[in-house]
């Protein structure tokens, strides 16, 4: 999305997921989120959008594509599963858990207790990718913490009588 547009250029939505953006004249758009085609606005729907739809914000293309690469790693080999259901979490899908759990990776490699291996160009061969808890103590603490409350509660045991 062009973050400057023209004066001659109108308010754009995707018909496949509703991102926003701007068209300049008899420009063709592709989303880059999901492949859909742009359009322009009709007049009711600027007016809405203008309204009501949260400021323009620039977000990266290839955010989203990092964070789907960064999952797809620490969830390989079925250690995403493994872990939920290690957990346990209550109330907390599996795609809830992954999505949470994804972010703390991101921290983690950030902080530098998790450490990501990828090859200098992309290949098919899978084992190039990997990703190292380098203090795993830290990954299971800040993993319990993150979930700690949805924690299933501790089932009652009533005390029996004499």
Known sequence: MSTDPSPAARRAIC???????????DEIRICSECGGPYRPMAP??????????????HVSDFYPRHLKLIELMWTAEGRG???WEALAPYKVSYAQFVAR?????VRGIAEGWIEVDLPKAPTADDQQYGIRFVDPDRWAD????TFASNVAPAPRSSPERA
């Open 142 to 145: 800040e993993l319990t913490a």
């Open 44 to 57: 009711l729907e600027g007016i809405v959008d203008r309204l009501f739809a949260p400021p323009a914000q």
């Open 15 to 25: 018909d496949c997921c509703g991102a926003r953006g701007w068209l300049e004249p």
């Open 101 to 105: 759990a994804t972010q703390l990776v």
């Open 81 to 83: 599963r493994e872990m």
